[in-house]
Structure formats: C-alpha cells, structure tokens
C-alpha cells in the first residue's frame, strides 16, 4: 500500500509540474522548435549516450571485480541496457538500479555485495558531479551564480573530500558498523580501481556535457560552453530526488530555470530539455530491447558464465 501511494504521489508531482510549466509554455512551439533540431547533432549526441552507457558498464565491472562478480565486459553492458529500460518505465530517475542488482544477484545469490557495488557505481558518478559543480564556479564565476547555489556547491565538495579521506583514517570503526559498510570499504582497500572508475565517471561526464552541447548548437542556442560544467551537474543532482516519475517535471523545470539565468526564453529551454529527453528514451529503448530481450529469460541472464578471464 506503501508503494502504491508513493508511487502515486511521484506522479502527481510529475503531473502538477509539467501542468505548471506548459501553462507557462506553449507546447506547440517546443514541438515545432523540436522539429527544427539539427537532426546530424542529435544522431550524434544519441551514439555518444550509447557509447557512455558501454564506458559506465565498464567502470561498474572494475567496481564489482573487487567484490568477486566475475563477468565479462559484454555481460555489464547487457546488464547496463537492461537497467537503462526498466528506468523508462520504473517511478525514479534510480529505478534501474533496482533491475541491475536483481539480475547481477540472481546468479549468485549475492544480493547485498550486488547492491553495494551498484552504489558504488553511482557514487562515483557522484563524486564527479559534485567535483565538476566545482569546477563550474571557477570557470563560470562566482558573481553568475546564485549565492545559495554557490554556497551548496561548496559544501558538497567539503562534505565529499572528507567523505574521500575519511575511510583512510576510520575504516576500522566504520567497519563496526555492520557488512554493508565492511563490503564499501573495500573499494578503499584498492585505491587504484577506485581512483580508475572515478577517472572512467569523469570521462562519462563529459561525454554527456558534449551531448547537451550538441543539443544547444542543434538549437542555435547561445549557451557559453563553460555553463555547461554548472548546468548538468546540478539538473542530474535534482533529476535524482526521488519525489517525481523518474525526474520527469523536476528535470524539465531545473532546466527551465537554470537556462533562464543567462536569458535563454522559457520555450526554448524547455525544447533544449525535450531534446535530451529525447535521446535518452531513443537510445534507452535501441540499447535496452536489442539487448535485454535477447538475453533476459526467466532465470535471469541467458547464458551468464562466470569467466575467470574477464
């Protein structure tokens, strides 16, 4: 009952939104600005999504060699599409998360070692935006931003420098605290992977600023390439918070916004955020069904081997 009702409540937040925003939009002109996109952009920006998922496959599998998941490349990546679909049709922007532990656990019963690594996946993806929201103020400037923005940028990056450190120094403690906090502190324990699968995370990223700027020039949009480092960090944090459908109306409206600071108009934001909307759902659904469909059965993957030679 629960679920239902928060479910249910993630969809009214969703509707209310997206209901406020198109009181203030005309959603025929996004529609027709959408069909003046430079198509060649969003093709590319639609490969680069693709590619990406394939490097975060990879830096997943590089986390969860380190908890004894031995896979090949191909078999994340197909794990990885997989996730990519259910998070079209799950109620939070995390929802394929869920289908990614299920089916990496389904084999070897290892359910809890599945989810920390699955954490671990998306906290080094954390790590980077938070470091690139950072990274925004000193290529964007401080007196562009808002200054309560500016200000919870900079404690998010205190907060996760210590949150970097501190295991170095405390881990015998945290490890009392139970096997979930043992299980993630053994990616401290090799530093080197960890430090690789950031580097991989940071790689991603910027992959993904590349394809909102190839949004921006398929719109003609005069967007500086340095917000970028500001704006995507900051839509992929808010688009996270598990009060709507899988960020959908919180997404937008963060776009919206953020893209109204340097003057871009409403419509035109709001097409920039179709635009990506667009591509995830094209390529979720090429990547997910070619991949998922042909190698999810009943009992978890088809033809899932452990390989030593991974």
Not at 139 to 155: A, E, K, R, S
Not at 166 to 187: D, E, N, Q, V
Request: charged content about 10%.
């Amino acid at each position: 009952m629960k679920k239902i009702i928060s479910t249910l409540f993630k969809i009214s937040v969703s509707a209310i939104l997206l209901i406020y925003l198109f009181r203030k939009i005309d959603i025929k002109d996004v529609l027709q600005n959408m069909q003046g996109m430079y198509i060649p952009y969003i093709l590319i920006g639609m490969v680069l999504y693709i590619l990406g998922q394939v490097v975060c496959a990879y830096r997943w599998k590089l986390l969860s060699e380190i908890l004894d998941f031995q896979y090949r490349l191909k078999e994340f990546v197909i794990l990885y599409f997989a996730g990519l679909f259910f998070s079209l049709f799950l109620p939070t922007a995390v929802g394929g998360d869920v289908g990614k532990c299920y089916f990496l656990a389904r084999r070897d019963g290892k359910i809890l070692p599945a989810i920390v690594s699955v954490l671990a996946d998306r906290g080094t993806g954390l790590v980077v935006i938070v470091l690139l929201s950072g990274v925004s103020l000193y290529l964007y400037g401080w007196t562009h931003i808002p200054q309560q923005i500016t200000f919870g940028i900079l404690i998010a990056n205190i907060l996760l420098i210590i949150a970097l450190i501190a295991p170095f120094f405390i881990g015998k403690y945290l490890s009392m605290l139970g096997r979930p906090a043992a299980l993630s502190l053994t990616f401290w324990k090799n530093p080197s992977s960890l430090v690789k699968a950031i580097a991989i995370s940071f790689v991603f990223h910027m992959m993904i600023i590349m394809i909102h700027i190839l949004i921006g020039l398929s719109l003609n949009l005069n967007i500086p390439w340095r917000y970028y480092f500001f704006l995507i960090p900051l839509v992929v944090t808010i688009s996270m918070l598990p009060i709507s459908l899988a960020g959908l109306g919180i997404r937008e409206g963060a776009y919206v916004y953020f893209l109204s600071l340097i003057g871009i108009p409403q419509t035109e934001a709001m097409t920039f955020a179709f635009g990506w909307l667009f591509i995830v759902m094209v390529s979720s659904l090429l990547g997910g069904l070619s991949l998922f469909s042909s190698t999810v059965k009943r009992k978890g993957l088809a033809g899932l081997t452990v390989r030593q030679d991974a």
